[in-house]
């Protein structure tokens, strides 16, 4: 069997991923679909609205064939980082190509951006941007010569991911109908973004997501988030220990954490030129779920399955589950555990109760 790699965080699951499902069976319609999937705490450091096992069943019951988990540690990263063990876990299961959401849908041009990011003096110059007070964004616009949308960013992850480990793996582009950014859009395909600002205004979303149970989606209570951070930072002597928390700004944390009555007061008191906020609220994560720097040295212990239907079962059979297997790290096992009971707190939701019994949902078996 052939198959093909998705990386997706479904926060939550709307129509443009069911396009994207959609599409891939058209191009491909005798391809086994692997979805590596973000967890309960995403990319930019967002709290998922819904849990990675509610996430799963979704996918399985719109067309994903075999679910993998991207681990929180390395899921609540940069791009990089990102891209780099979700495309690992999919070359580990064999797929042949990766099929991703872009704003350029040119892959050949995303190719050229990743090869020159690879080029040693790139880092130089990102570096030189970085050293004159720019976030990394505009430092990497700068040293590029071109501004990327967000999803391009992250395609161009994944092909200097697959570079790097020298998988034989092919990126597809298809092409992104919508901006991350916008939130004012009204047609049928739009933004997970977008959705999210509906849903904090108490507004119906039943045009912009498939037909599934809406009672799948928590409401993130971060009053409770922050009250937990507030704790977590005016406690902890040492905040420089934990990622993200560099170049003293643990002192700042301390003084503007007192000040500021909700999380997102307190985001917009730290915010600044050199920190943006997606990699702040990421830091924040990092914080409350106690993750070290040094906790970058942790590896998978295993591609972890969190469901399949018949037909990736076949492919799990074909494979073989243990070419999944990766060097033993408990730690990340550890801080997946942390997490799952923080969501808990903040959204009581009961799938934390899942992640003892380790067991994968299945469809159609």
């Not at 790699?5 to 491909?28: A, D, S, T, V």
């Not at 064939?65 to 791009?79: I, K």
């Amino acid at each position: 069997m052939k198959a093909i790699g998705l990386i997706c965080e479904y926060n939550p699951f709307h129509n443009g991923h069911l396009y994207h499902i959609k599409k891939i069976k058209e191009m491909y319609p005798n391809h086994v679909l692997v979805l590596v999937l973000g967890g309960y705490f995403l990319e930019r450091g967002d709290v998922s609205l819904m849990s990675k096992w509610n996430k799963t069943k979704v996918a399985l019951d719109f067309g994903i064939d075999l679910v993998l988990e991207l681990p929180l540690l390395f899921g609540v990263n940069s791009s990089d980082f990102f891209a780099e063990y979700a495309v690992s876990i999919l070359n580990k299961a064999h797929v042949d190509k990766i099929v991703f959401g872009s704003e350029s849908d040119d892959v050949e041009f995303l190719k050229s951006i990743a090869r020159k990011q690879l080029e040693r003096n790139f880092s130089d110059s990102v570096k030189k941007n970085l050293s004159a007070g720019n976030n990394y964004p505009s430092s990497l616009a700068a040293s590029l010569g071109v501004k990327l949308d967000s999803n391009d960013i992250l395609g161009v992850s994944y092909i200097k991911a697959i570079e790097k480990l020298g998988a034989k793996i092919e990126p597809i582009t298809i092409k992104r109908t919508n901006s991350f950014n916008d939130i004012k859009s009204s047609d049928t395909v739009v933004s997970a973004q977008n959705i999210r600002e509906r849903l904090a205004n108490k507004e119906d979303i039943t045009k912009y997501i498939p037909k599934y149970d809406k009672n799948l989606l928590n409401e993130v209570n971060y009053g409770k988030f922050f009250e937990l951070l507030k704790y977590r930072i005016m406690t902890e002597k040492n905040l420089e220990r934990f990622l993200g928390v560099d170049e003293g700004l643990e002192n700042k944390l301390k003084k503007e954490i007192v000040q500021s009555n909700n999380y997102r007061e307190f985001l917009d008191r730290i915010i600044s030129k050199r920190y943006t906020r997606s990699r702040l609220k990421r830091m924040c994560v990092h914080i409350l779920l106690g993750i070290l720097k040094e906790d970058m040295n942790a590896t998978l212990e295993k591609a972890k399955i969190l469901g399949f239907s018949k037909l990736g079962q076949e492919y799990l059979r074909e494979l073989k589950t243990e070419e999944l297997a990766f060097r033993i790290d408990t730690r990340a096992n550890d801080i997946e555990k942390t997490s799952s009971m923080v969501y808990y707190i903040l959204t009581s939701d009961k799938s934390v109760f899942l992640e003892s019994c380790n067991k994968p949902i299945q469809r159609g078996i």
